[in-house]
């Protein structure tokens, strides 16, 4: 799928190549992922179950790529009991020098076996590499649509480090999510896919072994939404606190 949490991966790539050298077009990338729970800010993706995603990274130029992303979603609620989540991300480099990068992506959202609720979002980035660290400030804007009630809003802040010496990274952070909601009663069911309960925040930390072409990883997830939740249309109970592991293979 997309980057739904700031992926230690990129905090290697960021060592390895750093800014001033972007001005030469990566190499087109893939990678196979396998998690006990699919997670987007803090949200339960697969329905607290395991999950299979394949992303893929295609530069155009040294300022363009478009990134492509699928997933299993385990039929949750929160799609629609969708099989499938596609996602397709063109972004553009605004600038890239001196250890900063600030970048701006549109990203559609497609449900496969769900209909009508497929959705939209703009983003930006601006992201610091500073020796073996990464820190990133980013928002998203999905305008009002039908699919998901109304608006939201994505604020996030992330940040990861290698361990000098070891094949190790930390990575941590969060971000608050917001909008609005379309004035109707599929609307207000809506809405709960991206806001089960409202505004609210979202945190996570994780640590990462790379492994050659294999990573392996542990990840905490956790939200300001509370436990006694009930589940509805479009949402479920796998809003809380998680730890999930995952497997990701890069060829």
């Known amino acids: 799928m997309t980057r739904y949490a700031f992926p230690a991966a ?34 339960s993706w697969s329905g607290g179950r395991a999950a299979m995603a394949v992303d893929a990274s295609l530069p155009l130029s040294s300022d363009v790529s478009i990134d492509l992303g699928a997933a299993s979603l385990r039929d949750s609620a929160r799609h629609g009991d969708a099989d499938i989540g596609l996602t397709l991300s063109p972004e553009l480099t605004l600038y890239s020098g ?23 979002e703009l983003g930006t980035r601006l992201s610091r590499t500073i020796g073996p660290a990464r820190l990133d400030l980013g928002a998203s804007f999905a305008p009002s649509q039908k699919a998901i009630g109304g608006s939201d809003l994505y604020l996030e802040a992330n940040a990861a480090v290698g361990i000098p010496g ?22 207000a069911m809506r809405v709960q896919r991206l806001r089960p309960d409202g505004s609210y925040w979202d ?9 050659d072409r294999l990573a392996l990883g542990l990840r905490y997830t956790g939200t300001s939404i509370g436990d006694d939740l009930a589940p509805g249309r479009y ?16 060829p």
């Open 10 to 43: 990129l905090v290697a790539a960021a060592i390895v190549f750093p800014a001033h050298s972007q001005a030469q077009s990566a190499a087109a990338s893939v990678s196979l992922e396998a998690t006990s729970d699919l997670r987007a800010r803090g949200l």
């Open 98 to 120: 001196g250890g900063w990068t600030l970048s701006a992506a549109a990203t559609g959202h497609v449900f496969v076996g769900a209909s009508g609720l497929s959705y939209g």
């Open 166 to 187: 070891t094949a190790l990274t930390v990575y941590g952070g969060g971000g608050y999510s917001t909008g609005s909601t379309r004035n109707s009663a599929l609307a």
């Open 203 to 211: 945190h996570y930390l994780g640590v990462e072994q790379q492994m």
């Open 235 to 250: 949402r479920d109970r796998h809003t809380g606190s998680r730890i999930a592991a995952y497997l990701r293979f890069t």
